[in-house]
């Protein structure tokens, strides 16, 4: 499945520009100039093939009470797939992936208390096949938003 224009204006809005109103696909058929239906229908075919991986609201949250921190991983290799299954367990755990250097998987933890900040990465470090864990606490966020224009 290849974008069309279509998709693309759709796309652009679902990054930045919905509305924060009751019928937000209203919204966006309305400033597309198409239906409600053709909107969702086409945000569930494009999340079907892989474009959307989630519909959802972006919140700020260190506004919330809550702080982050990234976590690198240094995992026996066999255990990968196993480790990073436990890790994604956690609802706390926004995104985690995996790359090619020493420390192989990389996730980010949300949480409003370090207590459970410590608590989470505790048991990760006590999962077999975790070698080590640094824990880069954010002091200050700089950027927390990314958006990919699509033309």
């Not at 009751?22 to 086409?42: C, F, H, Q, T, W």
């Amino acid at each position: 499945m290849e974008l069309n224009a279509f998709d693309k204006q759709l796309l652009n809005i679902l990054q930045g520009g919905v509305q924060f109103v009751p019928k937000p696909y209203v919204a966006m058929a309305e400033e597309l100039g198409v239906s409600e239906d053709r909107v969702i229908n086409r945000l569930q075919e494009l999340k079907e093939a892989g474009y959307i991986r989630k519909l959802g609201a972006f919140f700020n949250s260190d506004k919330l009470g809550y702080s982050g921190t990234l976590v690198a991983a240094k995992i026996e290799p066999a255990l990968v797939s196993e480790v990073a299954n436990r890790i994604n367990a956690y609802p706390e755990v926004t995104h985690n992936y995996q790359r090619t250097c020493g420390y192989m998987l990389w996730f980010t933890i949300i949480t409003n208390c370090d207590e459970r900040r410590r608590q989470i990465l505790t048991d990760i470090r006590a999962l077999p096949g975790v070698i080590r864990l640094l824990d880069l606490y954010s002091q200050k966020k700089y950027k927390i938003n990314v958006q990919f224009r699509l033309k």
